[in-house]
């Protein structure tokens, strides 16, 4: 821009400008505006700083909307003014959890930075300092800085000279310096706020940001203000912020360390911002004294220049820091902070209650936290704090006060407001998408650099990030992280590292589970450190429930009553056979049933604090630990399915391999086809005899089994003692055991040469070492498996089983308790009825069918305390999308979850079925099963029972099913229709054989 002026044009050549040039604005003293001039014409103008003392009352929508309209904003405008603008637009977003777009803010202030970094040198500063003579009012109430620093006095404003110039050919035209008066410490604490903000955000992947790269040599530069100047200190804060971005620690540390004070006595603008990251600096490296220490000073200037919101995350970070040291009482500044933000900052005050509640709670101070959210609520009330991170979190409190009030589900609905706001505005979630993004883009190409984030970013939390904020945890454990986790286990497969893949497929198992309990699976984590047995418990969690006990009391106390009432019922026969027994019985299991109750709701009440809890199951087992487990001449085939691929792995005690499946829809239309030639159209459907006669299953299973084993040669299956599957998706619907090893007519399945058995995580294939004793009671269920059964059929199978196997006996129709209850105290379970609830799996269904729809009788039911399911557990009668050949669909999570949800609950070996046949033969064959499982590994008797069956003659009378045709009918039940629907899920715990 050419601008006359009164010393009109000057033409100087290019090259020349930047010492003349500042000569001229070092010496312009012209027509100096007053200071009240200066103050009234200082960008950002008046109605910005009315927009931020809208947000610091908690209005953030309307601030955001006020600091929009500012004409500033528009690019040919923008200037350094427009950095505030940007950051506050950005602040306003990131308090009401939209982080991704507030990012998007700070990252546009900092690049306009960027266009100005020496914008500093062009301000015309005091000639000297002097102490601030404004009175803090009302006064502060919450202690004395230990720091003997002085308030600075610092302008409102200050003049910024412009140059203005125009190139004409290859000369520069000078105008005269234009003087604009500018905000200069807003702008600076702007510039360090999107920077601390932006490192908030970006978390680890902040070091590898290319943002991060040009920040910093941005601010290597080292006459981004006059030399040997005092504002030298502002640019130390912003060095020690992007260093820290950098994960350069050391180096940010004592970058801030230098900026604290101005001419070694005033405290300025940025001091409360470089003793906050300070703190945090020093909390993460685990110096939590020294962090508290920081994070109090840090009010102190904070409130001295009206840095409420600094003020709040001080406070908070110091609260956090005070329950982690494991401090008594309420965090000192909480209370009296709440009076002193009365009048000036509503955003402060509610901060200030909510925390103080959060604290209250954490002390076991229910009545204190209660009043403190009450106040905050009023302080809340028509206000955007409502719907902010405050709000959330006061959700989050609430949640717990409710369950500390007995009221789960009030708890529960406070739980799900404050997590549908935290799953948005979490800062873990968004690290993991930043990595994700970064990663998939291309911009982030260093494997091992990467490997390494996703492994920090989706790890469990752990028992310092419980302490620190149990938000962010149950954020991530309640968000779906599958797509990034795959792209995860993609890059360890691309480095050939397949251990590491092979445990990442049970992470995005284990994920996936616990999204469907509630709280994440934080209760289910509680309930096995509470009850499991010891032997299923690692170090950690045996050493977090004696923790847990010596704090809570009231949970030691019941869990002795629990142990005194499990060994009284342990002396009462499971069907007591008088009247007397079966009242003590009764009274028994419901004195069990209301101490669990209790426990289920202090459970529920230290969920969502900061108490650390192992997640026991699934377990996470080293591979490389768990192949030493394996024993000779047997294998694990896992497999996991993406939307591209079907991923395979194999595991020996001595190999391990991988190969892959290209199209997993080609692979559904295999399996679909071969289970309708099984004769699976439809679950009651009958099945006709020319179909039972029919061989057109083999070749599809045949070709099934060759692209789901690479090819594999028909040695491998003379070798193989036994195979341990690990389905993923639709492949639950695949009878392994049924596939024809060869492609012809006779050609053997693999449960000829092979012992079969399935679990839902590799982590869940090796044995436990929790053994049944000898003397295990059997209960059974006697019904119909198939609605035209002939009843006489189910009680001559119970008649046989209970001669064939001791202390077997027949649960009665009309039960003593809830069946959750019976199955508590029940180490092996036989349900010989249809299952017509399983529609409501994964956990809404009742196993044992006796009270199918009564309360205590679901697989939930099962899952909550008292602990233990029975061990060993029989269903028959299960259905699953298998039986109409998957024109219904199904995508295999129904088996997944229910098989995991039972295992939860204590279940080891579990025979379910994928479509149930009724008839003779199923009653045979769960009857030959489980009398053979006491004696022999569960593998071994499953494998014993299929082949007695296929060499059984077959009577079709006995086989509702069945549809007698023209064609004549097998004489023995070889066909996969009655014996490979079932799906035995075993930990391979070995029997007394």
Same mark, same amino acid.
């Given at each position: 821009m050419s601008t006359n002026g009164p010393l009109g044009r000057h033409r100087f050549p290019c090259g020349v400008l930047t010492a003349l040039g500042w000569m001229l604005i070092a010496s312009t003293t012209l027509d100096r505006p007053t200071d009240a001039q200066q103050s009234d014409r200082a960008r950002p103008r008046a109605d910005y700083a009315i927009s931020c003392q809208i947000l610091a009352d908690g209005d953030y929508r309307r601030a955001f909307k006020g600091l929009k309209s500012s004409s500033y904003l528009q690019a040919p405008n923008r200037w350094i003014d427009s950095i505030c603008i940007f950051t506050m637009q950005g602040e306003c977003l990131f308090q009401v959890g939209e982080t991704v777009a507030a990012l998007e803010r700070y990252n546009a202030a900092l690049e306009l930075f960027a266009q100005y970094p020496d914008w500093l040198r062009r301000i015309r500063f005091p000639t000297q300092l002097n102490p601030s003579r404004r009175q803090i009012n009302p006064a502060i109430?919450?202690?004395?800085?230990?720091?003997?620093?002085?308030?600075?006095?610092?302008?409102? +404003?200050?003049?910024?000279?412009?140059?203005?110039?125009?190139?004409?050919?290859? $000369?520069?035209?000078?105008?005269?310096?234009?003087?604009?008066?500018?905000?200069?410490?807003?702008?600076?604490?702007?510039?360090?706020?999107?920077?601390?903000?932006?490192?908030?955000?970006?978390?680890?992947?902040?070091? !590898?940001?290319? #943002?991060?790269?040009?920040?910093?040599?941005?601010?290597?530069?080292?006459?981004?203000?006059?030399?040997?100047?005092?504002?030298?200190?502002?640019?130390?804060?912003?060095?020690?912020?992007?260093?820290? +971005?950098?994960?350069?620690?050391?180096?940010?540390?004592?970058? *801030?360390?230098?900026?604290?004070?101005?001419?070694?006595?005033?405290?300025?603008?940025?001091?409360?911002?470089?003793?906050?990251?300070?703190?945090?600096?020093?909390?993460?490296?685990?110096?939590?004294?020294?962090?508290?220490?920081?994070?109090?000073?840090?009010?102190?200037?904070?409130?001295?220049?009206?840095q409420y919101v600094l003020i709040a995350e001080a406070f908070s970070w110091g609260s956090a820091t005070h329950m982690m040291r494991g401090l008594p009482g309420i965090y000192p500044p909480l209370v009296p902070a709440s009076s002193w933000a009365n009048r000036d900052s509503r955003h402060l005050q509610a901060a200030m209650f909510v925390r103080t509640a959060e604290e209250a709670l954490h002390l076991g101070e229910p009545k204190v936290a209660a009043t403190a959210l009450l106040q905050a609520r009023r302080v809340m009330a028509r206000r955007d704090i409502a719907i902010g991170r405050i709000g959330a979190r006061h959700a989050f409190q609430a949640a717990i006060l409710e369950f500390n009030d007995g009221n789960k589900e009030s708890g529960a609905k406070f739980f799900a407001n404050a997590m549908a706001f935290q799953r948005k505005a979490s800062l873990w979630i968004n690290h993991v998408a930043l990595v994700d993004t970064a990663f998939m883009s291309g911009q982030l190409r260093v494997t091992g650099v990467v490997d390494g984030l996703y492994e920090r970013l989706l790890r469990d939390?752990?028992?310092?990030?419980?302490? !620190?904020?149990? =938000?962010?945890?149950?954020?991530? *454990?309640?968000?779906?992280?599958?797509?990034?986790?795959?792209?995860?286990?993609?890059?360890?497969?691309?480095?050939?590292?397949?251990?590491?893949?092979?445990?990442?497929?049970?992470?995005?198992?284990?994920?996936?589970?616990?999204?469907?309990?509630?709280? #994440? #699976?934080?209760?289910?984590?509680?309930?096995?450190?509470?009850?499991?047995?010891?032997?299923?418990?690692?170090?950690?969690?045996?050493?977090?429930?004696?923790?847990?006990?010596?704090?809570?009391?009231?949970?030691?106390?019941?869990?002795?009553?629990?142990?005194?009432?499990?060994?009284?019922?342990?002396?009462?026969?499971?069907?007591?056979?008088?009247?007397?027994?079966?009242?003590?019985?009764?009274?028994?299991?419901?004195?069990?049933?209301?101490?669990?109750?209790?426990?289920?709701?202090?459970?529920?009440?230290?969920?969502?604090?900061?108490?650390?809890?192992?997640?026991?199951?699934?377990?996470?087992?080293?591979?490389?630990?768990? $192949?030493?487990?394996?024993?000779?001449?047997?294998?694990? *085939?896992?497999?996991?399915?993406?939307?591209?691929?079907?991923?395979?792995?194999?595991?020996?005690?001595?190999?391990?391999?991988?190969?892959?499946?290209?199209?997993? +829809?080609?692979?559904?239309?295999?399996?679909?086809? =071969?289970?309708?030639? =099984?004769?699976?159209?439809?679950?009651?459907?009958?099945?006709?005899?020319?179909?039972?006669?029919?061989?057109?299953?083999?070749?599809?299973?045949?070709?099934?089994l060759m692209e789901l084993t690479n090819e594999a040669d028909v040695g491998v299956w003379d070798k193989l003692d036994e195979l341990v599957v690990i389905p993923d998706g639709i492949l639950w619907y695949v009878p392994f055991e049924a596939l024809a090893i060869e492609n012809h007519e006779n050609a053997t399945p693999i449960i000829g040469k092979s012992r079969v058995r399935y679990a839902p995580l590799v982590s869940l294939a090796y044995p436990t070492r929790r053994h049944m004793s000898p003397q295990a009671d059997t209960a059974v269920v006697v019904g119909r498996l198939f609605p035209r059964d002939d009843q006489a059929v189910a009680e001559g199978a119970f008649d046989r089983l209970q001669t064939g196997l001791p202390r077997t006996v027949r649960l009665p129709d009309k039960l003593s308790a809830p069946s959750g209850l019976i199955a508590s105290v029940c180490q092996r379970l036989v349900v010989l009825n249809d299952i017509t609830d399983a529609g409501l799996a994964p956990y809404n269904w009742s196993p044992v069918s006796l009270d199918r729809g009564k309360a205590g009788s679901t697989v939930a039911s099962w899952i909550a305390l008292p602990w233990g399911a029975p061990q060993q557990l029989i269903l028959p009668g299960f259905h699953t999308a298998a039986e109409n050949g998957l024109k219904k669909g199904g995508n295999g999570n129904e088996v997944f979850l229910t098989l995991c949800g039972l295992m939860s609950a204590g279940s080891q070996t579990i025979l379910i079925s994928r479509w149930r046949t009724g008839g003779q033969t199923a009653y045979d064959l769960t009857r030959e099963f489980t009398q053979e499982l006491p004696h022999r590994s569960a593998s071994a008797a499953w494998q014993r029972s299929v082949q007695l069956m296929m060499r059984s003659p077959l009577d079709p009378e006995q086989e509702p099913r069945v549809e007698e045709g023209d064609e004549e009918l097998s004489s023995t039940a070889d066909h996969p229709f009655f014996w490979a629907g079932y799906l035995l899920v075993d930990t391979g715990d070995v029997g007394d054989e």
């Open positions: 109430n919450w202690g004395a800085s230990r720091r003997r620093a002085i308030i600075g006095q610092f302008p409102n +404003s200050l003049p910024s000279f412009q140059l203005n110039q125009a190139i004409q050919g290859n $000369q520069i035209v000078l105008g005269r310096p234009d003087a604009r008066p500018v905000r200069v410490t807003e702008i600076v604490r702007c510039i360090a706020l999107a920077m601390r903000r932006r490192l908030e955000i970006m978390g680890p992947y902040g070091e !590898h940001s290319p #943002g991060t790269a040009k920040l910093n040599v941005l601010l290597k530069q080292q006459h981004l203000t006059h030399v040997n100047h005092w504002s030298q200190a502002w640019v130390s804060v912003w060095r020690g912020l992007a260093l820290a +971005s950098a994960a350069k620690h050391a180096q940010a540390a004592a970058e *801030l360390q230098k900026s604290l004070l101005i001419l070694g006595r005033y405290d300025h603008p940025l001091t409360a911002t470089a003793l906050l990251e300070l703190g945090k600096l020093a909390f993460r490296a685990g110096n939590f004294e020294a962090a508290a220490n920081y994070f109090y000073e840090a009010s102190f200037p904070a409130a001295a220049y009206d939390p752990t028992p310092k990030d419980w302490a !620190h904020d149990p =938000m962010e945890c149950f954020a991530i *454990l309640t968000t779906s992280l599958e797509l990034p986790m795959e792209h995860w286990l993609e890059l360890s497969i691309d480095r050939r590292e397949f251990e590491k893949a092979i445990q990442i497929t049970d992470r995005i198992r284990r994920h996936r589970f616990y999204r469907t309990l509630p709280v #994440g #699976g934080r209760v289910l984590a509680f309930r096995w450190i509470l009850q499991a047995p010891d032997g299923l418990l690692n170090d950690t969690a045996r050493l977090q429930r004696q923790n847990l006990l010596a704090k809570y009391p009231q949970l030691a106390a019941t869990s002795r009553t629990v142990a005194q009432l499990r060994q009284q019922l342990s002396a009462v026969p499971l069907v007591p056979d008088n009247e007397e027994a079966t009242r003590q019985q009764q009274k028994l299991l419901q004195m069990l049933s209301a101490v669990s109750q209790q426990q289920e709701l202090l459970l529920h009440r230290i969920a969502l604090r900061r108490e650390p809890a192992e997640y026991v199951f699934p377990p996470q087992q080293d591979v490389k630990e768990l $192949q030493k487990t394996i024993p000779a001449g047997q294998a694990i *085939l896992s497999y996991f399915i993406t939307s591209r691929m079907v991923h395979a792995f194999m595991l020996s005690r001595e190999k391990y391999g991988h190969w892959h499946v290209e199209s997993p +829809s080609k692979m559904k239309q295999l399996i679909s086809g =071969m289970l309708r030639k =099984m004769g699976n159209h439809e679950s009651n459907s009958n099945v006709a005899s020319r179909e039972l006669g029919d061989s057109d299953w083999r070749p599809l299973g045949h070709q099934i």
